[in-house]
């Protein structure tokens, strides 16, 4: 299946920073976001409803993951646990999931999200 929702953003120079936030109504949204700036840092923050895989990379500063503490609970099976698994974790560059239960295979639908600098620190904020 094909993303509900596909945002494209870049700059060279400025601060990239921007929010994703579901209705609190809906259900969650498959999601396929890009951040990409040259030089100055970007910050994107996805809320509690966001699941799928995430890739945050910079070339020559610190990328960072990390998960807040708002209430997540998934709308299908309240049962399942909220998950952020990490596959690669080094200074430059994490890649991982996020989601309820285990990490679905490629195959199913699930969001995506990657947030890359050149020379500037990178951050990406999960709420829940």
Do not use: C
């Not at 993951?65 to 974790?89: F, H, K, Y």
């Not at 991982?96 to 999200?113: A, D, F, H, M």
């Amino acid at each position: 299946m094909r993303p509900n929702f596909i945002a494209d953003m870049r700059t060279f120079y400025g601060t990239l920073s921007t929010t994703l936030v579901h209705d609190p109504s809906s259900l969650p949204a498959s999601i396929k976001l890009h951040a990409e700036n040259g030089i100055g840092p970007s910050n994107v923050i996805l809320d509690e409803k966001f699941q799928g895989v995430f890739q945050v990379i910079t070339k020559q500063a610190a990328a960072v993951v990390s998960q807040g503490d708002a209430p997540s609970i998934n709308p299908w099976n309240p049962e399942l646990q909220r998950n952020l698994v990490t596959a690669v974790n080094t200074t430059d560059r994490k890649d991982g999931w996020i989601g309820w239960g285990n990490s679905p295979g490629y195959l199913e639908q699930t969001g995506e999200v990657i947030v890359d600098s050149s020379l500037a620190d990178v951050t990406l904020f999960f709420r829940g």
